[in-house]
């Protein structure tokens, strides 16, 4: 069964560097996302990704984020001068068509932890 | 605003049945997703709803009333595999954001 991949599923850095963190969507998958979720909070959205440009983001999603699609098959999260507040679980998710009903495919997350 | 609410933590005995109820006021509205996460791990799909009623597949169901802003998930026959964070989600905006609940801890007990 097709799933989405996510690397690494654990990165551990130092307050102030810059990570990079890496999906592979479902392959026929046109619409990419990234969600984290802070241990013992809730699943927060963070950007949407549609046609190789940001077609959404949320208030958490600023300066200090960005998205890209270098290929054709990746889909990358950096996160540049990295908070201890950025501990946390992030998720990519991709799903094949949007409107209702059309389910999104989780990675099985990476686990950032800035220390 | 967006807000979803769901009960923080639920206990249930193995082989019973459980609902977990889901309230929720978001500006937009495609339809309703329910997920189990277990710790540490990733939501994994349970169920979606965009029209009024009951879906139900295997021992889960899925109830949902767009007038009153509600769903409910029952699981029915409950393992203690089940034991497990259930997150309602609504699938908002033209390119399909899910907002999350909180999420119900779910503790099955033998």
């Known amino acids: 069964e097709p799933e989405v991949t996510q690397t690494p599923s654990h990165q551990v850095t130092q307050m102030g560097q810059e990570v990079i963190l890496r999906c592979v969507p479902i392959?026929?998958?046109?619409?990419f996302y990234w969600y984290r979720q802070i241990l013992g909070q809730k699943v927060e959205f963070l950007v949407s990704?549609?046609?190789?440009?940001?077609?959404?983001k949320s208030e958490i999603f600023d300066d200090q984020f960005s998205v890209e699609r270098p290929d054709g098959s990746n889909f990358t999260l950096k996160i540049r001068s990295t908070k201890l507040e950025d501990s946390a679980m992030y998720f990519c998710a991709s799903s094949e068509l949007t409107g209702g009903g059309t389910e999104a495919f989780f990675g099985q997350g990476t686990r950032l932890t800035v220390v | 605003g967006q807000n979803i609410d769901q009960p923080t933590e639920m206990t249930a005995t193995e082989g019973a049945i459980v609902q977990i109820n889901c309230t929720y006021q978001?500006?937009?509205?495609?339809?309703l997703f329910w997920y189990q996460q277990h710790a540490g791990e990733a939501p994994t799909f349970l169920s979606y709803n965009v029209l009024d009623g009951l879906e139900e597949k295997g021992r889960f169901s899925s109830f949902l009333s767009r007038s009153k802003g509600y769903s409910y998930l029952l699981l029915k026959e409950l393992q203690m595999k089940d034991s497990a964070s259930y997150l309602c989600?609504?699938?908002?905006?033209?390119?399909?954001?899910?907002?999350f609940g909180a999420g119900t801890r779910l503790a099955v007990h033998p």
């Open positions: 978001t500006s937009g509205f495609n339809g």
């Open positions: 990704f549609y046609n190789n440009e940001i077609s959404e």
């Open positions: 392959s026929n998958h046109l619409y």
């Open positions: 989600a609504v699938l908002s905006g033209g390119y399909n954001k899910l907002i």
